[in-house]
T-cell receptor, first 116, second 114 residues
Framework: EAGVVQSPRYKIIEKKQPVAFWCNPI?????LYWYRQNLGQGPELLIR????????DSQLPKDRFSAERLKGVDSTLKIQPAELGDSAVYLC??????????????FGNGTRLTVT | AQSVTQPDIHITVSEGASLELRCNYS??????LFWYVQSPGQGLQLLLK??????LVQGIKGFEAEFKRSQSSFNLRKPSVHWSDAAEYFC????????????FGTGTRLQVFP
């Protein structure tokens, strides 16, 4: 099966500019996650979708971050405006039914964002 | 607050040597426990997980981990390391009431010498 696809792989922008990341999960996977991984750290959950519904966005900085998952398939994560501290790798993951139902997460290769 | 500690930031072993990566968690109840591996420029891959039952868990690529409740630990082991095992290893926990909310440790970077 094709894995989780993310684009772009790299993005360099100036602070205060907007940026968007795209994720295509594994076909049939209902649950989609966005994580942020700062340098030298483990990933931190930003938002989780069950189909098209955001069921956990408690860690998403809502003043500048937004996300959507139209039709419960692809998802985009947007930052506007970007700040220097947003430099990180943004990882997308998907699972068939969510981890609690013994359905493992499959991660994409991530988008490395550099804000200058 | 729940947390995961990986005390070793960087470990170096010779190819063929045994390996143990440490993981300790702080949590009120027994959480779900995971080990992931991340190769450079790649996403994370699940090595193994523990939900309940047998405390010795077998995973992919010859890895195993043992859950020790008394020590709040979930250490990862491999009897003989291969050069291709060089990567970053992350321990993670998920609370039983919110199993999709993974909390990752800071990772251990494994370097393998020939």
């Amino acid at each position: 099966e094709a894995g989780v696809v993310q684009s772009p792989r790299y993005k360099i922008i100036e602070k205060k500019q907007p940026v968007a990341f795209w994720c295509n999960p594994i076909s049939g996977h209902n649950t989609l996650y966005w994580y942020r991984q700062n340098l030298g750290q483990g990933p931190e959950l930003l938002i989780r979708y069950e189909n098209e519904e955001a069921v956990d966005d408690s860690q998403l900085p809502k003043d500048r971050f937004s996300a959507e998952r139209l039709k419960g398939v692809d998802s985009t994560l947007k930052i506007q405006p970007a700040e220097l501290g947003d430099s990180a790798v943004y990882l997308c993951a998907s699972s068939l039914e969510g981890q609690g139902k013994n359905s493992p997460l499959h991660f994409g290769n991530g988008t490395r964002l550099t804000v200058t | 607050a729940q947390s995961v500690t990986q005390p070793d930031i960087h470990i170096t072993v010779s190819e063929g040597a045994s390996l143990e990566l440490r993981c300790n968690y702080s949590y009120g109840a027994t959480p779900y426990l995971f080990w992931y591996v991340q190769s450079p420029g790649q996403g994370l891959q699940l090595l193994l997980k523990y939900f309940s039952g047998d405390t010795l868990v077998q995973g992919i690529k010859g890895f195993e981990a043992e859950f020790k409740r008394s020590q709040s630990s979930f250490n990862l082991r491999k009897p003989s390391v291969h050069w291709s095992d060089a990567a970053e290893y992350f321990c993670a926990v998920a609370p039983p009431y919110n199993t999709d909310k993974l909390i990752f440790g800071t990772g251990t970077r494994l370097q393998v010498f020939p």
